[in-house]
Antibody
Framework: EVQLLESGGGLVQPGGSLRLSCAAS????????MSWVRQAPGKGLEWVSSISASGVGTYYADSVKGRFTISRDNSKDTVYVQMNSLGAEDTAVYYC?????????WGQGTLVTVSS | EIVMTQSPAILSVSPGERATLSCRAS??????LAWYQQKPGQAPRLLIYGASTRATGIPARFSGSGSGTEYTLTISSLQSEDFAVYYCQQYNNWPALTFGGGTKVEIK
């Protein structure tokens, strides 16, 4: 069974930075693209970023381009997202998910709150 | 950006009844569409991809159909565990992936 476990969320001040991690198990990690999707409180889903299986290809939503950096360590079966210049609009539950077209499965999510 | 519009926003259905959820895209998707179910406090779960292919482990009462810009998720006979929010998502305009605003299926 594939399992994805996010960590690294928390409270951060506006303009601050945070790095989220997603540890994967139950799959041959280095053969799958991985993605991050977020959900603001009480709102819908928003694709954030994806990374190819090798890590060479990285892709971003316009809303985070230039501020977020996705990466992966295939030796650790882990994908990351480095989030800089955070604003209130980035407050959300961040989900890690397997895939780049559709997403399956998803992790349980980690909450990022941007507030002073 | 492809805009995804789901209707209705809220669907009230009695257990055992059929539910029909709609998803409209601002341009043709060539069946590059997925559906997800999300229950309160849980992560989304993939139901359908390729507009009509059920994901692994998804019951046969869930079916997807459609083409072009119009897609439908049908739940043939609602069970108690099916009351949730459902989202459609396009991947035709990759990597600019977009989701619909969701349809909440509630107990009538």
């Amino acid at each position: 069974e594939v399992q994805l476990l996010e960590s690294g969320g928390g409270l951060v001040q506006p303009g601050g930075s945070l790095r989220l991690s997603c540890a994967a198990s139950g799959l041959t990690f280095n053969t799958y693209a991985m993605s991050w999707v977020r959900q603001a409180p009480g709102k819908g889903l928003e694709w954030v970023s994806s990374i190819s299986a090798s890590g060479v290809g990285t892709y971003y939503a316009d809303s985070v381009k230039g501020r977020f950096t996705i990466s992966r360590d295939n030796s650790k079966d882990t994908v990351y997202v480095q989030m800089n210049s955070l604003g209130a609009e980035d407050t959300a539950v961040y989900y890690c998910a397997k895939g780049r077209d559709w997403f399956d499965p998803w992790g349980q999510g980690t909450l990022v709150t941007v507030s002073s | 950006e492809i805009v995804m519009t789901q209707s209705p926003a809220i669907l009230s259905v009695s257990p055992g009844e059929r539910a029909t959820l709609s998803c409209r895209a601002s341009q043709s998707l060539s069946s590059n569409l997925a559906w997800y179910q999300q229950k309160p406090g849980q992560a989304p779960r993939l139901l359908i991809y390729g507009a009509s292919t059920r994901a692994t482990g998804i019951p046969a009462r869930f079916s997807g159909s459609g083409s072009g810009t119009e897609y439908t998720l049908t739940i043939s006979s609602l069970q108690s565990e099916d009351f949730a929010v459902y989202y459609c998502q396009q991947y035709n305009n990759w990597p600019a992936l977009t989701f619909g605003g969701g349809t909440k299926v509630e107990i009538k």
